[in-house]
Protein backbone atom coordinates (compact mmCIF):
# COMPACT_ATOMS: atom_id res chain seq x y z
CA UNK A 1 0.00 0.00 0.00
CA UNK A 2 0.90 3.87 0.04
CA UNK A 3 3.50 4.64 2.65
CA UNK A 4 4.50 8.40 3.57
CA UNK A 5 7.81 8.81 5.02
CA UNK A 6 7.97 11.34 7.69
CA UNK A 7 10.86 12.73 10.02
CA UNK A 8 11.92 13.69 12.55
CA UNK A 9 9.66 11.83 14.68
CA UNK A 10 11.05 13.90 17.73
CA UNK A 11 12.74 17.49 17.64
CA UNK A 12 13.67 19.93 20.23
CA UNK A 13 15.06 22.87 19.59
CA UNK A 14 16.09 26.23 21.26
CA UNK A 15 13.88 29.05 20.42
CA UNK A 16 14.98 31.43 17.99
CA UNK A 17 16.08 28.01 15.21
CA UNK A 18 14.86 26.75 12.76
CA UNK A 19 13.57 23.38 12.37
CA UNK A 20 13.36 21.52 8.88
CA UNK A 21 9.94 18.33 8.70
CA UNK A 22 10.68 16.51 5.51
CA UNK A 23 7.47 14.20 4.03
CA UNK A 24 8.41 11.50 1.31
CA UNK A 25 5.72 9.40 -0.84
CA UNK A 26 8.08 6.13 -1.28
CA UNK A 27 5.72 4.28 -3.66
CA UNK A 28 3.69 6.96 -5.66
CA UNK A 29 3.57 10.02 -6.62
CA UNK A 30 2.21 13.00 -4.88
CA UNK A 31 0.77 16.08 -6.75
CA UNK A 32 -0.57 17.30 -3.41
CA UNK A 33 0.84 17.06 -0.04
CA UNK A 34 -0.85 17.91 3.70
CA UNK A 35 0.61 19.91 6.61
CA UNK A 36 -1.63 19.07 9.59
CA UNK A 37 -0.71 20.90 13.21
CA UNK A 38 -2.55 19.26 16.20
CA UNK A 39 -2.15 20.97 19.62
CA UNK A 40 -2.83 18.73 22.66
CA UNK A 41 -6.10 17.14 22.91
CA UNK A 42 -7.32 19.03 19.87
CA UNK A 43 -8.45 18.03 15.95
CA UNK A 44 -6.00 18.43 13.36
CA UNK A 45 -5.96 21.53 11.67
CA UNK A 46 -4.86 22.20 8.04
CA UNK A 47 -2.09 24.60 7.72
CA UNK A 48 -1.38 24.57 3.73
CA UNK A 49 -2.02 22.69 0.73
CA UNK A 50 1.36 21.71 -0.92
CA UNK A 51 1.24 21.81 -5.00
CA UNK A 52 4.53 20.04 -6.80
CA UNK A 53 6.52 22.91 -8.83
CA UNK A 54 3.80 25.68 -7.45
CA UNK A 55 3.57 27.76 -4.34
CA UNK A 56 1.77 26.29 -1.04
CA UNK A 57 -1.44 27.36 -0.31
CA UNK A 58 -2.04 28.55 3.16
CA UNK A 59 -5.03 28.60 5.67
CA UNK A 60 -6.05 31.44 7.40
CA UNK A 61 -3.87 32.86 9.96
CA UNK A 62 -1.04 30.09 9.13
CA UNK A 63 2.01 32.33 8.65
CA UNK A 64 3.74 31.98 5.80
CA UNK A 65 7.11 33.35 5.92
CA UNK A 66 7.05 31.41 9.49
CA UNK A 67 6.11 28.06 8.25
CA UNK A 68 8.29 27.45 4.78
CA UNK A 69 6.66 25.03 2.96
CA UNK A 70 8.67 23.15 -0.37
CA UNK A 71 7.37 20.44 -2.69
CA UNK A 72 10.46 20.30 -4.73
CA UNK A 73 9.73 16.58 -6.17
CA UNK A 74 6.89 14.67 -6.63
CA UNK A 75 7.77 12.83 -3.83
CA UNK A 76 8.97 15.20 -1.24
CA UNK A 77 7.60 18.07 0.74
CA UNK A 78 9.47 20.01 3.66
CA UNK A 79 7.50 21.88 6.26
CA UNK A 80 10.34 24.48 7.84
CA UNK A 81 9.32 26.21 10.55
CA UNK A 82 11.23 29.86 11.03
CA UNK A 83 12.58 31.24 14.30
CA UNK A 84 10.62 28.93 16.22
CA UNK A 85 9.84 29.59 19.94
CA UNK A 86 7.49 27.50 22.28
CA UNK A 87 4.00 28.34 21.19
CA UNK A 88 4.92 26.79 18.24
CA UNK A 89 5.46 23.28 20.04
CA UNK A 90 2.93 20.75 18.81
CA UNK A 91 2.22 17.72 16.54
CA UNK A 92 2.94 18.40 12.87
CA UNK A 93 1.65 15.64 10.38
CA UNK A 94 1.75 15.36 6.64
CA UNK A 95 -0.41 13.94 4.31
CA UNK A 96 -0.60 12.81 0.80
CA UNK A 97 -2.70 11.05 -2.16
CA UNK A 98 -2.17 9.38 -5.27
CA UNK A 99 -4.87 11.13 -6.64
CA UNK A 100 -8.59 11.55 -6.16
CA UNK A 101 -10.77 8.38 -4.80
CA UNK A 102 -7.64 6.47 -3.71
CA UNK A 103 -7.73 7.76 0.04
CA UNK A 104 -5.28 9.49 2.50
CA UNK A 105 -1.72 8.16 3.58
CA UNK A 106 -0.35 9.78 6.61
CA UNK A 107 3.18 10.34 7.80
CA UNK A 108 3.79 9.56 11.24
CA UNK A 109 4.13 12.39 12.66
CA UNK A 110 6.76 14.80 14.43
CA UNK A 111 6.44 15.85 17.96
CA UNK A 112 8.32 19.51 18.10
CA UNK A 113 9.28 20.78 20.92
CA UNK A 114 10.26 24.23 21.52
CA UNK A 115 12.97 25.59 24.42
CA UNK B 1 -22.16 24.88 14.45
CA UNK B 2 -19.05 22.29 13.47
CA UNK B 3 -19.57 20.72 10.16
CA UNK B 4 -18.49 17.70 11.21
CA UNK B 5 -20.14 16.31 14.31
CA UNK B 6 -18.57 13.10 16.29
CA UNK B 7 -20.39 11.60 18.91
CA UNK B 8 -19.65 10.89 21.69
CA UNK B 9 -16.74 12.36 22.66
CA UNK B 10 -15.23 9.98 24.89
CA UNK B 11 -16.13 6.00 24.79
CA UNK B 12 -15.37 3.59 27.83
CA UNK B 13 -16.37 -0.13 27.23
CA UNK B 14 -14.87 -3.10 28.28
CA UNK B 15 -13.23 -5.88 26.10
CA UNK B 16 -16.09 -8.10 23.69
CA UNK B 17 -18.19 -4.87 23.91
CA UNK B 18 -19.98 -4.05 20.06
CA UNK B 19 -18.38 -0.69 20.15
CA UNK B 20 -20.62 2.13 17.77
CA UNK B 21 -18.50 6.07 16.89
CA UNK B 22 -21.20 8.18 14.97
CA UNK B 23 -20.43 11.25 12.73
CA UNK B 24 -22.91 13.58 11.09
CA UNK B 25 -22.16 16.40 8.59
CA UNK B 26 -23.77 19.02 7.09
CA UNK B 27 -21.72 19.68 4.19
CA UNK B 28 -22.19 17.71 0.30
CA UNK B 29 -19.21 15.88 0.15
CA UNK B 30 -17.27 13.58 -2.11
CA UNK B 31 -16.47 10.93 0.34
CA UNK B 32 -16.19 10.52 4.09
CA UNK B 33 -13.05 8.68 5.85
CA UNK B 34 -12.24 6.91 9.18
CA UNK B 35 -9.19 7.27 10.83
CA UNK B 36 -7.71 5.64 13.82
CA UNK B 37 -5.17 7.94 16.04
CA UNK B 38 -2.85 5.97 18.43
CA UNK B 39 -1.59 8.13 21.80
CA UNK B 40 1.68 8.64 20.14
CA UNK B 41 0.19 10.64 17.52
CA UNK B 42 0.49 8.31 14.36
CA UNK B 43 -2.84 8.42 11.97
CA UNK B 44 -3.63 5.84 9.99
CA UNK B 45 -6.31 5.51 7.46
CA UNK B 46 -8.77 3.36 7.91
CA UNK B 47 -11.74 3.39 5.80
CA UNK B 48 -12.83 5.73 2.67
CA UNK B 49 -16.28 5.65 1.95
CA UNK B 50 -18.49 7.20 -0.95
CA UNK B 51 -21.61 4.92 0.03
CA UNK B 52 -23.08 2.04 1.17
CA UNK B 53 -20.84 0.01 3.75
CA UNK B 54 -17.15 -1.66 4.37
CA UNK B 55 -15.64 -4.28 6.49
CA UNK B 56 -12.12 -5.26 7.19
CA UNK B 57 -11.56 -7.66 10.17
CA UNK B 58 -13.35 -6.31 13.14
CA UNK B 59 -13.90 -2.91 11.49
CA UNK B 60 -17.05 -1.85 9.92
CA UNK B 61 -17.86 1.23 8.34
CA UNK B 62 -21.56 2.50 7.13
CA UNK B 63 -22.74 5.58 5.65
CA UNK B 64 -26.02 7.37 4.69
CA UNK B 65 -25.94 9.79 1.78
CA UNK B 66 -29.20 11.23 2.36
CA UNK B 67 -29.12 11.53 6.27
CA UNK B 68 -25.32 12.84 6.10
CA UNK B 69 -24.39 10.32 8.94
CA UNK B 70 -21.87 7.64 9.03
CA UNK B 71 -21.16 5.21 11.14
CA UNK B 72 -17.58 3.42 12.43
CA UNK B 73 -18.68 -0.12 14.41
CA UNK B 74 -16.32 -2.41 16.03
CA UNK B 75 -17.12 -5.89 17.17
CA UNK B 76 -15.37 -7.94 20.05
CA UNK B 77 -13.61 -4.92 21.20
CA UNK B 78 -9.80 -5.30 22.15
CA UNK B 79 -7.94 -2.94 24.31
CA UNK B 80 -5.45 -2.17 21.57
CA UNK B 81 -8.47 -0.82 20.00
CA UNK B 82 -8.06 2.13 22.16
CA UNK B 83 -7.33 5.42 20.25
CA UNK B 84 -8.78 7.87 18.86
CA UNK B 85 -11.00 7.64 16.24
CA UNK B 86 -11.92 11.02 13.93
CA UNK B 87 -14.05 11.39 10.94
CA UNK B 88 -13.20 13.50 8.02
CA UNK B 89 -14.73 14.59 5.34
CA UNK B 90 -13.79 15.77 1.97
CA UNK B 91 -15.98 18.49 0.98
CA UNK B 92 -16.92 18.57 -2.62
CA UNK B 93 -14.58 20.38 -5.34
CA UNK B 94 -12.21 20.88 -2.67
CA UNK B 95 -9.10 19.52 -4.02
CA UNK B 96 -8.93 16.60 -1.46
CA UNK B 97 -9.17 18.92 1.01
CA UNK B 98 -10.40 17.50 4.36
CA UNK B 99 -13.07 18.66 7.30
CA UNK B 100 -12.32 17.53 10.93
CA UNK B 101 -14.49 16.21 13.53
CA UNK B 102 -13.29 16.45 16.99
CA UNK B 103 -12.69 12.33 17.46
CA UNK B 104 -13.57 10.20 19.65
CA UNK B 105 -11.18 9.00 22.08
CA UNK B 106 -11.71 5.36 22.84
CA UNK B 107 -10.43 2.96 25.53
CA UNK B 108 -11.13 -0.37 25.82
CA UNK B 109 -10.88 -2.25 29.66
CA UNK B 110 -9.76 -5.64 29.64
Known amino acids: GAVVSQHPSRVICKSGTSVKIECRSL??????MFWYRQFPKQSLMLMAT?????????EQGVEKDKFLINHASLTLSTLTVTSAHPEDSSFYIC???????????FGSGTRLTVV | KNEVEQSPQNLTAQEGEFITINCSYSVGISALHWLQQHPGGGIVSLFM?????KKHGRLIATINIQEKHSSLHITASHPRDSAVYICAVEHMDSNYQLIWGAGTKLIIKP
Open chain 1, 95 to 105: SASPGANYGYT
Open chain 2, 49 to 53: LSSGK
Open chain 1, 50 to 58: SNEGSKATY
Open chain 1, 27 to 32: DFQATT
